[in-house]
């Protein structure tokens, strides 16, 4: 039998791959771990508990309905962030602005986290896969001082780690610090996160497409095109084998397509012009990992990593998977 490696373990082993490391990043993922635990268990109990399902009650500034577990799950990183040390500021997919952390500890922290804390709301309350997506930079302010809009309007490029929280059929944590992509499922009799996917590569192609199909009519020809012509069956055989699957948690799709390859697609469309999905919560980091597994993440014209944010809750049109698949469908984009 193999040793089983925790994740904290892998982390402080890891460390050595950057020779002038403080530690700094590597308590941070700790305890990014630690909170996505905490919110695990407040996942897997929701339907037993009061208050933990059904909607909060307001939308949050992209006018969307926020759920209770939105909520509980945001407070929750939020705390682990102001009270860690490591973070200066933080800016999350349920609050209007980002928040500079006032305490003498955390102004001289180095990083700012950039999060959904719960990725696939609508899917929450019928016990399907939901997540966390978060993405880690360096400062550009200086220590010391607080954080600002700068610090968190930066290049995908320039993220020093990313990574997600699957809520699924088991917890899985998976991330990357531009070295790689490591899987950890969470075990639930010793409550630690174990590696079970090391060095994740993601199949260069692959046979699933993942899109809301209802928005077909509203998109590009080329989005149609790129369906008809590469994913659908035709009449005449079975020549072309792929089947959709669309969960509708953004995070759960990716996960699966990491794996088995395939292809997530969010274009914009007449209702949505730029798209739905946020650049610095959700495609920034999930790019940063496909692109680490051998993937691809672009806009349908333009690779997501180098796309200059200019507002913090900016959409973009987003196309990301399996390196063959992507290009394929960009190919199709006029
Ligand atoms: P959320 O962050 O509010 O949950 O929104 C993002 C989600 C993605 O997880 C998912 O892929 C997509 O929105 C589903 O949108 P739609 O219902 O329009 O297909
Ligand atoms: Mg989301």
């Known amino acids: 039998m193999s040793k089983v490696v925790t994740l904290h373990e ?156 699957l809520y699924g059929s088991s917890t899985m944590l998976v991330y990357t610090t531009g070295k790689g992509v490591n899987g950890f499922t969470l075990d639930p009799y010793i409550g630690e996160f174990c590696l079970s996917h ?39 055989g079975h020549n072309r084998p792929y089947s959709g699957r669309y969960i509708g948690s953004l995070v759960a799709d990716f996960h699966r397509n990491l794996i088995k390859g395939g292809i997530y697609i969010y274009p914009d469309t007449i209702t949505d012009p730029e798209g739905k999905l946020r650049l610095l919560y959700e495609c920034n980091p999930l790019a940063f990992i496909a692109e680490q597994a051998g993937g691809l993440a672009t806009t349908g014209r333009k690779r997501v990593m180098e796309i200059e944010p200019e507002r913090l809750h900016q959409r973009i049109p987003f196309f990301v998977g399996s390196k063959k698949m992507v290009e394929e469908a960009m190919s199709c984009l006029k």
């Open 10 to 165: 892998f982390i402080m082993d890891r460390q050595a791959d950057f020779p002038y490391a403080t530690g700094e990043l590597s308590r941070l993922l700790s305890d990014i771990a630690i909170a996505s635990k905490i919110v695990s268990k407040d996942v897997r109990r929701a339907g037993l508990l009061e208050n933990f399902l059904g909607a909060q009650g307001n939308t949050n500034v992209q006018g969307e309905e926020q759920q209770k577990l939105d909520v509980i799950a945001d407070r929750q990183f939020i705390n682990m962030f102001r009270t860690g040390g490591e973070v200066c500021g933080i800016a999350s997919e349920e609050n209007d602005d980002y928040m500079a952390f006032d305490n003498e500890t955390s102004k001289k922290g180095k990083y700012v986290v950039l999060f959904d804390p719960l990725d696939g709301s609508s899917n929450i309350d019928v016990n399907v896969s939901i997540g966390t997506i978060f993405s880690i930079y360096r400062r550009k302010s200086e220590a010391g001082t607080l954080a600002n809009l700068d610090d968190m309007l930066q290049k995908g490029t320039d993220q020093v780690a990313a990574g997600y929280v």
């Open 198 to 236: 090391p060095n994740m590569q993601m199949p260069e192609s692959g046979r699933i497409y993942a899109m809301n199909e209802g928005n077909i009519n509203i998109c590009e020809e080329g989005i149609k095109e790129y369906i008809q012509t590469y994913c659908q069956q035709t009449l005449e």
